[in-house]
């Protein structure tokens, strides 16, 4: 918390001008003896402590007791000290903490009632008259301390909640941009990919007999490519809606889900893939849904591109499994590590650890690849 400080050349110049005033009020106001030489500096001397009320409260007072306690036993006017000797009180309660406040204002009155006795047995008015001065500017002073401390806290508070709020949006920000990476790796890889594996094929119906071309293979390889093309431009034109909707997540439309799994599959399968798809599951939450999507679609997307093979086989299951969705895709190709390195293993990994899952892949023994997931559904039997 912020320490309440004064400037020194400002507590010198309030010393000055107290100074002067006071000792107007012992030429003019009547109240005990008036000062002598001994009187007057004992009286000046008690207004320097003031230079250091700011940075060392305890060390003025001490030095103020010290000076004004034999100014006020010789009975010197004692109304002229007043004024310097509050102020001190009041910056050590609105400095210190409640039970230095509380001791010092014992110790304090303890002190005035052993000087009252010495020097002057009937002056019990005098005595409760400064006693009440005492605790009023001590208790004045510690309620403007404990107001202060708690307009700070508030605004330190508020300076919290707002660096929460940045940084929780600034975090939002970061995960969109990484979700909507993903999306497009996703989209894209897989799409040229597959546009890539149909216009291969229809190269090569094209080249293989030209005086015996197989008219109908190659409408259906450029048909294939128009349909892939049409569906990569829709998912494109949802991704980007998202970067310019504003709006709350639930504005973004369906996410892709289970239900999309037979038409990547088939779309697999139009690339020249042999895929067996297996379903075995139930309701599952959205998120675990879209996340088991692009699972499959990138790892059937690495098997066509890297499977190195015409005969490629892959086995795609997904099932429940105790609380969670396994997703499982297995191909007997080439393997996806002959291919340069990308950022599909990566964006899988992150899509299964986004709904708080696992994903291990690797070479299978032998030949080919394996992509294992498992996704918490939250769903135990």
Known sequence: MRRWVTHP?????LAAGLAVVDSAIALLVVDGREPDALGWALLLAGHVPLVWRGRRPMLALCLMVALLSPYHALDYNHTAPIAPTLLVLYTVAV?????????TGLVLICATLT???LTNLDGIVEFLRITGWIVAVLVFGSYLRVHRENVTAALERADRAERTREEEARRRVAEERLRIARDLHDLLAHSITLIGVQTSVAAHVLNADPDRLDRAAVAKALDDIAETCRTARGELRTTLEVL??????EARGPLPGLHGLPDLAETARAAGARVE???RHTEVPPAVGAAAYRIVQEALTNAV????RDDLSVRVGVYDDDGALRVTVTDDGAGAGTGPPGFGLVGMRERARSVGGTLEAGPREGNGFQVSAVLPTGERR
């Open 9 to 13: 050349r400002a507590d010198a110049w």
């Open 95 to 103: 400095t210190g903490t409640a039970r230095r406040t509380l001791v």
């Open 115 to 117: 000087l009252n006795a």
């Open 244 to 249: 310019r909707d504003h709006g709350p997540p």
């Open 277 to 279: 798809l297996s379903l």
């Open 305 to 308: 591109r890297h499977g190195g």
